[in-house]
């Protein structure tokens, strides 16, 4: 059985972020979960089930980062998983490992989460009048796609939560630097595979230097 760990997680008041909380918790583990402070009333349940609860915006300056680590760092003394739903590109992994630590970059693909709900996008008019059309016709994709995504949130957090403690569908495999979840991110990164594969075939590139 995997030790406990302490989770901090920031953007868990909806969507993936709150379902990854709820995993970990699940699962026996500690969590520190963030949000910002105007939607941080949505946290109460998960204090209710445990989990520390700390303000924070992830447009906030350096040093209130600074302050809110410091916070999360002594509630339990430790902290072994952040979960940046902000982002951080895979090269990430590049520069922490020296230091000891780990990173996976989580790709996921269309997952029925509410992020594409009318009340959360933000659209205007573009500002060139030739792109109107593609911006209405994305516009329209979106609206269709919305409800209707394959990605089941709970299986994906489970994904997520199996490789971070290497247990599950993770069991006895090699942590990985990134992981695609989701039918339609497998297909497109098989696509870069396939574009790969193109290049051994096609080694006249080779060929072209002086």
Request: one cysteine or more.
């Amino acid at each position: 059985m995997a030790p406990q760990l302490v989770w901090l997680i920031t953007g868990t008041t909806s969507g993936l972020g709150r379902e990854l909380a709820l995993e970990a918790l699940k699962r026996g583990d500690r969590v520190i979960a963030t949000g910002r402070g105007r939607s941080i009333a949505k946290l109460a349940d998960l204090k209710d089930k445990g989990a520390g609860i700390l303000e924070l915006d992830v447009t906030s300056p350096l040093e209130t980062f600074q302050e809110v680590a410091k916070k999360a760092a002594a509630i339990h003394g430790r902290i072994d998983v952040l979960v940046n739903n902000a982002g951080y590109p895979e090269t990430f992994h590049d520069k922490i490992s020296p230091l000891g630590l780990r990173s996976i970059c989580v790709d996921f693909g269309y997952f029925r989460t509410s992020l594409l709900e009318s009340d959360r996008r933000v659209t205007k008019p573009s500002a060139i009048a030739n792109y109107q059309e593609a911006v209405e016709q994305y516009e329209a994709f979106i609206h269709s796609v919305n409800g209707k995504q394959l990605g089941n949130p709970l299986k994906g957090v489970e994904a997520v939560a199996d490789v971070v403690r290497g247990e599950g569908s993770a069991a006895g495999k090699l942590f990985p630097k990134s992981l695609a979840l989701g039918t339609n991110c497998y297909n497109t990164a098989k696509k870069a595979t396939e574009e790969a594969k193109r290049l051994e075939e096609w080694k006249v590139s080779f060929s072209t230097d002086f």
